[in-house]
């Protein structure tokens, strides 16, 4: 069966560090993945997809950047954290017409 | 473009009794999916159910139903006997049909309280 792996749970950085989340997926192959973020008490905004290895999709212009090194890895980036970018982070896959299904997420805070 | 409402920010219902999440959609596509997904205080994405545009059923998964009305661009949630466990963030999606990315678009969600 299909696994998707967050990592962290919760993360706590200053303002101007730089950020790293990382997603991974297990039994499956060449999966879509997908970063959301989730402000508090808010719905899910779509920030990359990829379809690929070496292809990510912005869907809104930020501080964040994405990568997908290898097929089921996908991890999301920053050089320098900004206070807007506290949230909750959420990566998911799908492929065809399945739902996308989410990891457990990752709880941002910018200090 | 697509765009989902719910118009619900919170919603109570008494334990066992059936309650109604509104969800109302805009797009230009013809052929889409519209999604339910329940979100617990944990934080994960449980995902519920789905609806076909060109189903000519409404999707059924145990206690959920979803009440597709096309022509009124409506894909409501209905949760039939519900439970204390039920107590959760709700939100309504959809994505077109065809195409690679199969992304989402999320409504901003509803917040149900099951009261015991």
């Known amino acids: 069966s299909q696994t998707i792996h967050q990592w962290p749970a919760t993360l706590v950085q200053p303002v101007g560090s730089p950020l790293s989340l990382e997603c991974t997926v297990e039994?499956?192959?060449?999966?879509?993945l997908y970063w959301y973020r989730q402000a508090a008490g808010r719905g899910l905004q779509l920030l990359f997809y990829?379809?690929?290895?070496?292809?990510i999709s912005s869907e809104v212009p930020q501080n964040l950047s994405a990568s997908r090194p290898q097929d089921r890895q996908f991890i999301l980036s920053s050089k320098k954290l900004l206070l807007s970018d506290s949230g909750f982070y959420l990566c998911?896959?799908?492929?065809?017409?399945?739902?996308?299904?989410f990891g457990n997420g990752t709880r941002l805070t910018v200090t | 473009a697509q765009k989902i409402t719910q118009t619900q920010p919170g919603m109570f219902v008494q334990e066992k009794e059936a309650v109604t999440l509104d969800c109302t959609y805009d797009t230009s596509d013809q052929s889409y999916g519209l999604f339910w997904y329940k979100q617990p205080s944990s934080g994960e994405m449980i995902f519920l159910i789905y609806?076909?545009?060109?189903?000519?059923q409404n999707a059924t998964e145990g206690r959920y139903s979803l009440n597709f009305q096309k022509a009124r661009k409506s894909a409501n949630l209905v949760i039939s006997a519900s439970q204390l466990g039920d107590s959760a963030m709700y939100f309504c999606a959809m994505r077109r049909s065809g195409g690679s990315n199969y992304k989402l678009t999320f409504g901003k969600g509803t917040l149900l309280t099951v009261n015991p």
């Open positions: 609806q076909g545009s060109y189903d000519e």
């Open positions: 998911a896959w799908s492929t065809t017409r399945a739902p996308l299904h």
């Open positions: 990829s379809v690929g290895i070496g292809q």
């Open positions: 039994g499956t192959s060449n999966p879509n």
